[in-house]
């Protein structure tokens, strides 16, 4: 299963690198062309808009599959570890129903979009509301994947606030040292 999980967020990086690249050169060839010829490429906007959503929300999910969105660690570090891990239960619970919320309201969007279509190259919209859908559900299988393993006691559970694999211990043996570096 991690397996799957790692090719996957590999592919996803993949495909996040090729849309900046195409998005980069894409506006930059357009500030080129205005500037220099007078004219540009109509569908650059539409594009480089699309994309930019698209990198926002599978960004968000790898973000989330690793821990990196903010949080409150420092408070929930001073914690006990029971007191953390019910924290960690009830933010699991709160983000879950967060993203029930979100991917609900992105495929009532995702519906809607079909009927609409862009401007220029004439897409349906509802590629838009796709990009916030299909990562709300895979941010939704990570948050209870790690559910599951707080709630079983699993050692690779990720809970905020725990040192994850560092020494609770400085060099010199004082408590939290690593923490605070």
Request: proline letters at 4%; one cysteine or more; charged letters at 15%.
């Given at each position: 299963?991690?397996?799957?999980?790692?090719l996957?967020?590999?592919?996803?990086?993949?495909i996040?690198?090729?849309?900046?690249?195409?998005?980069?050169?894409?506006?930059?060839?357009?500030?080129?062309?205005?500037?220099?010829?007078?004219?540009?490429?109509?569908?650059?906007?539409?594009?480089?808009?699309l994309?930019?959503?698209?990198?926002?929300?599978?960004?968000?999910?790898?973000?989330?599959?690793?821990?990196?969105?903010?949080?409150?660690?420092?408070?929930?570090?001073?914690?006990?570890?029971?007191?953390?891990?019910?924290?960690?239960?009830?933010?699991?619970?709160?983000?879950?129903?967060?993203?029930?919320?979100?991917?609900?309201?992105?495929?009532?969007?995702?519906?809607?979009?079909?009927?609409?279509?862009?401007?220029v190259?004439?897409?349906?919209?509802?590629?838009?509301?796709?990009?916030?859908?299909?990562?709300?559900i895979?941010?939704?299988?990570?948050?209870?994947?790690?559910?599951?393993?707080?709630?079983?006691?699993?050692?690779?559970?990720?809970?905020?606030?725990?040192?994850?694999?560092?020494?609770?211990?400085?060099?010199?043996?004082?408590?939290?040292?690593?923490?605070?570096?």
């Amino acid at each position: 299963m991690k397996r799957v999980a790692d090719l996957l967020e590999r592919i996803t990086e993949w495909i996040m690198a090729a849309m900046l690249a195409v998005m980069v050169g894409l506006v930059f060839g357009n500030v080129v062309l205005r500037y220099v010829f007078n004219s540009g490429i109509v569908a650059a906007e539409e594009i480089a808009r699309l994309m930019f959503v698209w990198l926002v929300f599978l960004g968000a999910t790898l973000a989330l599959r690793h821990q990196q969105h903010l949080g409150l660690e420092i408070l929930q570090a001073r914690l006990p570890a029971r007191v953390r891990r019910a924290c960690a239960v009830v933010a699991h619970l709160l983000m879950l129903y967060a993203l029930w919320l979100f991917i609900e309201g992105s495929w009532m969007q995702l519906l809607i979009g079909m009927e609409t279509r862009s401007t220029v190259l004439r897409f349906p919209m509802a590629f838009y509301a796709a990009a916030g859908f299909f990562p709300a559900i895979a941010m939704t299988l990570t948050v209870l994947v790690n559910l599951w393993k707080i709630l079983s006691g699993a050692p690779e559970a990720r809970i905020s606030g725990e040192p994850h694999g560092l020494p609770t211990t400085g060099p010199h043996g004082e408590p939290g040292a690593a923490l605070i570096d």
